[in-house]
């Protein structure tokens, strides 16, 4: 897909995706895997990736992360913390 703005993609296999400079604006994303994709300039503003595995996506940042919308099943990379927003 290269349109995501506000479409709904929940439980879908998202690995690898080049999702570099990409509108994800209210995208949904619930239960996705991210393994390998590519988040770099990604615009991630409401973006729901609650109870998505982000473990490995890739040039992930706190910004983008802060940004979106997501709870404490969302996997995250190690080097990012959980916004205070996201709940249980």
């Known amino acids: ?16 995706y080049d999702l570099n400079t990409k509108l994800l ?16 300039g990604a615009d991630t503003r409401d973006t729901n990736f609650s109870n998505a595995d982000l473990g490995e996506a890739v040039f992930l940042s706190q910004g ?4 979106a919308r997501g709870n404490r099943n969302t996997k995250l990379p190690k080097h990012l913390d959980y916004p205070v927003t996201w709940q249980a």
């Not at 897909?1 to 690898?16: A, C, E, I, Y």
């Not at 983008?64 to 940004?67: G, L």
């Open 1 to 16: 897909p290269t349109d995501f703005l506000g479409k709904n993609f929940k439980n879908r296999n998202m690995q690898g």
């Open 64 to 67: 983008q992360v802060n940004a």
């Open 25 to 40: 604006i209210a995208a949904d994303f619930e239960g996705c895997n991210f393994r390998g994709t590519t988040f770099l």
